[in-house]
């Protein structure tokens, strides 16, 4: 007979942070995607593509400082999200 071992719940915070990570993921994708049609769009004619693409950037930058405040204060694991 096989011992099955039990696996709690992720705390809230831990799946508030999966969230909002994926949500941001989605966001980036997003606003490249954006990049893409309005670079096609405009033909390099317009300033919405360096919009779209700095909007990007922005979020990246700030995705990658919410990881490390969260890391940096306890919220994500050192072992990170499972």
Do not use: C, Q, W
Not at 11 to 40: C, D, N, Q, R
Not at 50 to 55: D, E, G, H, K, Q
């Amino acid at each position: 007979m096989t011992r099955r071992l039990h696996t709690p719940e992720p705390p809230v915070p831990l799946l508030f942070i999966k969230i909002i990570v994926i949500v941001m993921l989605l966001m980036i994708v997003g606003s490249l995607f954006s990049a893409l049609v309005f670079l096609y769009k405009d033909r390099g004619g317009g300033t919405r593509t360096a919009r779209a693409l700095t909007i990007r950037v922005a979020l990246s930058i700030s995705l990658f400082l919410l990881l490390m405040a969260g890391f940096y204060f306890g919220i994500i694991p050192p072992l990170g999200l499972r």
